[in-house]
């Protein structure tokens, strides 16, 4: 049950760093800063990241309630001159970066700002089912995609010092597919991929661990890392270079 008081709220800030691939799919990796915000109000409103929602839900067992999330946006990391969103050739050093990278010549997915709603159930104090159904994604606001998981919480290892394990998958609609990992008959045409047209069912699934170290009552470290597959018509795209990725992060 919900302990705050009326009108107060429970906040984090922090600052670390991340490393992931430079897309879903990539062999090359990035490392960026990684802010992190989560805040709760005592009337159920939460910020966790780059996500908002209420909770609704007045028993301890169950939370549920709607969700806003921004969807990052994916850009072609190319070499080609754009024009109308269609790649133009200029020069042979450009047709060997595209071999180097199979975003070259794609169109760009821009930011997108996905609704819908989230439910969770506890089996235990320790054990809770996990769910979120977001609708939005992708040029035309047309992907949807469902995540399913479970989470064991908080194993204390040693004092100050917590565990804990996730484990998911994703479902997404063909539309969200052939957004992100589809290549239409244009972009075959600038990019050299073959064209694909995936279609919709399970992408991805991941398993994960984050460790919470208490420095202070006022300062935590908090340690993430997240293995994901991409699976079904996605692994297939002409996109993916490797189809199991690591995420790490510090904060």
């Known amino acids: 049950t919900n302990p705050m008081p009326d009108g107060s709220r429970d906040m984090y800030a922090g600052l670390g760093a991340v490393s992931r691939p430079r897309f879903e799919g990539a062999d090359s990796r990035k490392v960026s800063a990684l802010p992190v915000i989560q805040v709760q109000w005592s009337n ?3 910020i966790s990241g780059m996500s ?3 909770h609704l839900s007045n028993r301890p067992t169950v939370e549920y309630g709607p969700l806003l999330t921004v969807h990052p946006n994916r850009d072609e990391s190319g070499s080609g001159k754009i024009v109308d969103g269609v790649g133009v050739s200029t020069s042979p050093l450009v047709e060997t970066m595209r071999r180097e ?5 794609m169109k760009d997915v821009s930011t997108r700002l996905e609704g819908g709603f989230f439910f969770n159930y506890y089996l235990a104090p320790e054990w809770r089912l996990t769910s979120s159904v977001l609708f939005g994604a992708g040029n035309d606001r047309d992907g949807a995609r469902m995540e399913l998981g479970v989470q064991r919480l908080a194993v204390q290892l040693a004092p100050r010092h917590t565990l804990s394990f996730n484990a998911g998958a994703t479902f997404v ?12 008959m ?9 064209m694909y047209r995936p279609g919709g069912g399970i992408k991805d699934v ?12 006022s300062w935590m470290l908090v340690t993430n890392v997240q293995a994901t597959r991409l699976v079904g ?3 297939n795209s002409p996109l993916v270079e490797r189809p199991t990725n690591v995420t790490v992060s510090a904060a």
């Open 44 to 46: 159920g409103f939460f």
């Open 52 to 54: 908002a929602g209420m």
């Open 101 to 105: 990278n199979r975003l070259a010549g």
């Open 173 to 184: 609609n063909a539309d969200y597919n052939r957004a992100y990992f589809g290549v239409t």
């Open 186 to 194: 244009d972009e075959s045409r600038v990019s050299g991929n073959p």
């Open 206 to 217: 991941r398993v994960g661990a984050r460790w919470n170290w208490a420095l202070t009552p």
């Open 233 to 235: 018509s996605v692994r």
